[in-house]
């Protein structure tokens, strides 16, 4: 595999970081994940939008112009030769003075890598439905940071070891105030009174790409949407969840902590439309 480094493409085996980059240090970065079909990643603008504004908010100085992350993010996935898979986008403060003090880190560090993926539109088939559980982390309500996707996900990675522990897809986790949030790497969606529910920005979710596509298809079809608070037990009376991803677009829940989950036709009609839209957006003549 071929990903690119700081301007530079390179044999995986020599892409080589130093161990004093604050990345690896501290987690002082960045990160980005993005769908590619027939070539083309999905949604490119918006993340790369969510990119610069998270570096903005960390004083992070992006190295390359949008036009020259285009042309590197193109090249990347021609030199591979990989139409279909994910992309990411990786950016650190690079290497600084020893401690927590970012002075005289002025040399970020920016890395692109295109993944494998055993999902794409064709696979996603109908009726692949995922089991939940509830994890026992919490996150911080009305964190500012939660915006971004910064390189410390250390309470996901935790989300997601009982997830694997539990042998189930997906671990959603609650906020300080008690309600239900996200998933461990996905936006959490609820069916209530026929309106297609989700947990405001404020909560202290992750602003996903995927969720804004959502709501933007919900719109479409003309199916309501509100943005609300929902407790664990009340989720679970729900006319339906699921979840939001960039890696896999929409995935209907059918089991939460055990507890069978009510099915609706509205998730599946969702789902269609996501997956047309990637389609449509990623097609080259």
Known sequence: MIVFLNGQFVPEEQATVSIFDRG???????????????????????????????????K???????????KFRDDLISRNEMREGLLRLTL??????????????????LTMTLHPTSQNSSANEIGERWKLM?????????????????????????ARAEADDAKVDEALLLNTDGFVVEGASSNLF????????????VSGILSGVTRAVVLDICDSLQIKTREVNITPARLKMAEGVFLSLSSRGVMEAEFLDGVRLKLSPKIEQIRG???NLVQAETFYE
Do not use: M
């Open 273 to 275: 439309a996501y997956w």
């Open 92 to 109: 650190s403060r690079g290497v600084g003075l020893r401690g927590y003090s970012s002075n005289g880190a002025d040399r970020p560090t």
């Open 134 to 158: 509830t994890s026992s982390v919490r996150l911080p309500a009305g964190e500012a940071l939660a915006q971004f996707k910064t390189c410390n996900k250390l309470s996901q990675i935790l």
């Open 190 to 201: 609820w069916i209530e009174h026929d309106e297609v529910c989700t947990p405001p920005l």
């Open 24 to 58: 690896f240090l501290y987690g002082d970065g960045l990160f980005e994940t993005l769908l590619v079909q027939n070539g083309k990643p999905f949604r490119w603008t918006q993340h790369l939008e969510r990119l610069r504004r998270g570096a903005e908010f960390l």
């Open 60 to 70: 992070i100085k992006l190295p390359f112009s949008p036009e020259e992350l285009q």
